[in-house]
């Protein structure tokens, strides 16, 4: 089992910036793939960032280059920068990780969700 720890959740008014942070631990073989998603009140939960290793990391249409995320393989961590934060981006955030071997089923893991909240 893989075990996620986030932190850098919040309040910041709009505009201001948060920076989210995941480590993983347990079961780290197979990591190939970070992530951060979010779910908004009564939203679906949606892809903020991806960060595949040796890959171009992909981000949501609504990100439009306000946010920054970074993967570091050999330590098992990823970062979300956030800035230009807006209202809309309220939602509880979640590091989510990737786990493959060869000739089985991929494992994804999630994180317990860090709130960020953008309001004046």
């Known amino acids: 089992q893989v075990q996620l720890v986030e932190s850098g959740g919040g309040l910041v008014q709009p505009g201001g910036s948060l920076r989210l942070s995941c480590r993983a631990t347990g079961a780290i073989d197979g990591i190939d793939k970070m992530a951060w998603y979010r779910q908004g009140a009564g939203n679906q939960r949606e892809l903020v960032a991806s960060a595949p290793y040796g890959d171009v990391a992909t981000y949501g249409d609504f990100v439009n280059g306000r946010f920054t995320i970074h993967s570091d393989e050999a330590q098992k961590t990823v970062d979300l920068q956030m800035d230009n934060l807006r209202p809309e981006d309220t939602a509880v955030y979640y590091c989510?990780?990737?786990?493959?071997?060869?000739?089985?089923?991929?494992?994804?893991?999630w994180g317990t969700g860090t709130q960020v909240f953008v309001s004046p």
């Open positions: 989510n990780v990737r786990r493959t071997f060869w000739r089985a089923p991929q494992e994804e893991y």
